[in-house]
Structure formats: C-alpha cells, structure tokens
C-alpha cells in the first residue's frame, strides 16, 4: 500500500532564507508526483509536476527534485517570502501507467515564512 | 481560461440530512475526482469520473455516490449526514483518459472547495 510521508510537518523561517521540503513515498511504482500549495481554507495550487521519467522541475523560485528508486523528492524554494507561507502537499498517482485522477496525499508541511 | 468551479462553498447540515455538491471542470477536461480533507486524515481520494463512468473509487461508505453528466460537469451526494463528514470537499479535473499523450500529463487542477459541517 502506497504511504506519502512530509517531513517536517511544521517549519517556520526568516525572510530571504533557502529552504527544503521533504517527501518520501513507500512505493516506487509511481507515474508521477506533484507538488501542491494550500492557504487557509482554500483550495489545492498545483506548483510543479514531475513525470516518473524525469529527474526535476522548475518554475521560478521553486525546484522539486525526484528520486524514485529511493522513494524520495524535495521541493526546494530560493529566497523565501512572507507570501510563501502556506501548507505545502506532496502528492504521488501511484501505478506505472496514468491511472487518473487518484492520487496518494501526505500530510503536508506547514510553512511560515516570518519577515 | 476558466479554472474549477465548486458550489456552494459553504453549508451547514443537520445529522441524517443529505447534501449534493456541484462541480464544473476547466473546459475540455473530462475527468473529475473528488476528495474529502480534514484535519485528522488529511486528503482522501473519493472517487473519479470519466466519460460518465466512475473509473477509480476510494475507501468511502456508500452513502458517498457522485455521478457525471455528459458537459463533465459532476455532483457528489452524501446521505444520512454524520457529524465526521464535516470536511472540506475538493473537485479536481483533469486531462486523464485522454488519447493525446501530449494532453494526458496527467496534472490535477483543483477548486476552491466546498466547505460541509453538520451539526
């Protein structure tokens, strides 16, 4: 059974500071993993999408990084800002073929970015 | 280019009501799933629609159902209420099942959510 595990669950940081998000997943029969962003009582904002062939992603200030073979990706934000602050979800859709809209959540990392 | 549309985005039951929750993938998006969030078990995938077909179910009783109309857009019915469906309720479309490779990356785009708590 596929587990999505996020570490640290909580993490809070001074402006303008480098920082990494962790994810690890039990399964390395994945199809592909992504990264989502969540405020307070809102909905899912999709950052970035790793395909299960690829190695990274970039978009911005944001680079997530996946490592399949050891059940492993990080999401790595340059130059934090106050508007950074959110929950960061890591997500994987588990198969080796795209099985649709199933996918496996963790429990996500809270992240504070103080000015 | 219009993104998830979820109605209504909050409401208040009573145990043992029912609740139907609408929502409207981004346009020429065929797949629509559905997932529960609450602060204890996090997200959990209800289930998916394709074509008018759920094609993936998750772990949830029966009283959780959901269909697909044919402009894909979706509604998600729970019955006889209980106090733990109170949960936030995300639609998420996608290009899933589509032929082109170019199309099906596979990338999930969710709404805003529709807020449920019963009292």
């Known amino acids: 059974k596929q587990e999505v595990t996020q570490i640290p669950a909580a993490l809070s940081v001074p402006e303008g500071e480098n920082l990494v998000l962790n994810c690890s997943f039990t399964?390395?029969?994945?199809?592909?993993l992504q990264w989502f962003r969540q405020d307070p009582g809102k909905g899912l904002t999709s950052l970035l999408l790793?395909?299960?062939?690829?190695r990274e992603q970039t978009s911005g200030r944001l680079n997530a990084s996946l490592d399949k073979s050891s059940g492993r990706s990080t999401l790595y934000i340059a130059a934090s800002q106050p508007g950074d602050s959110a929950t960061y979800l890591c997500?994987?859709?588990?198969?080796?073929?795209?099985?649709?809209?199933?996918?496996?959540f963790g429990q996500g990392t809270e992240l504070s970015v103080k000015p | 280019k219009a993104g998830v549309t979820q109605t209504p985005r909050y409401l208040i039951k009573t145990r043992g009501q029912q609740v139907t929750l609408s929502c409207s993938p981004i346009?020429?998006?065929?797949?629509v799933s559905w997932y529960q969030q609450t602060p204890g078990q996090g997200l959990q995938f209800l289930f998916e629609?394709?074509?008018?077909?759920?094609?993936n179910k998750g772990n949830f009783p029966g009283r959780f159902s959901g269909r697909q109309f044919s402009n894909s857009r979706s509604e998600m019915n729970v019955s006889t209420l209980e106090l733990g469906d109170s949960a936030l309720y995300l639609c998420?479309?996608?290009?899933?099942?589509?032929?082109?490779?170019?199309?099906?990356?596979?990338?999930?785009?969710f709404g805003e959510g529709s807020r449920l708590t019963v009292l």
């Open positions: 790793i395909q299960s062939s690829q």
């Open positions: 629609y394709f074509s008018e077909t759920q094609r």
């Open positions: 346009s020429g998006h065929r797949s």
């Open positions: 998420a479309s996608s290009s899933a099942w589509s032929f082109s490779v170019r199309l099906n990356t596979g990338e999930l785009f």
């Open positions: 399964d390395s029969a994945i199809y592909n």
């Open positions: 997500a994987v859709r588990p198969g080796i073929y795209n099985q649709g809209g199933k996918l496996i």
